[in-house]
């Protein structure tokens, strides 16, 4: 851990809101990282945080609610740990991103899993925004 750097995840970190979350799966480019499906957009806003996140952990994979709680409680902690891994250079002023995890698994799963799969994702995510400033 560097100094001086802290591992936050902030109420400002999550998507909400109606229309945010329809625009995110009506608009965004989606991807699998088993046992995820990423959905992220991005678009121009002015906002304190230039990414923001939406766990979904479906009732019809997951029927009780602490097996739920659970995974969303691991998936907030590989993203926390793992934000960093989305370099500021490619969040640009007044555009922001946003990314769901939407959970495919008819089971849970450990944490390594998890990790593995939320790291995967960003860094996923890291290279198609790498793209697509290229292209401009």
Excluded: W
């Excluded at 400002?12 to 991807?31: C, D, M, P, W, Y």
């Excluded at 998936?75 to 969040?91: D, G, H, M, Q, T």
């Amino acid at each position: 851990m560097v100094e001086g750097q802290r591992f936050t995840f902030k109420k400002e970190e999550r998507v909400t809101g109606k229309k945010r979350i329809e625009n995110l799966f009506a608009h965004g480019q989606s991807f699998l990282a088993y046992p995820f499906r990423i959905v992220f957009y991005e678009y121009e806003c002015a906002a304190p945080e230039p990414v923001s996140v939406l766990i979904s952990i479906p009732k019809k994979r997951l029927k009780r609610a602490t097996a739920r709680n659970r995974m969303k409680r691991l998936v907030k902690e590989a993203y926390r740990l793992n934000k960093s891994l989305i370099p500021s250079e490619l969040l640009l002023d007044n555009h922001r991103i946003d990314i769901a995890f939407v959970y495919v698994k008819d089971e849970l799963c450990g944490y390594d899993v998890v990790e593995k799969s939320v790291c995967k994702s960003l860094r996923e995510i890291s290279n198609k925004l790498m793209i697509k400033r290229e292209k401009c």
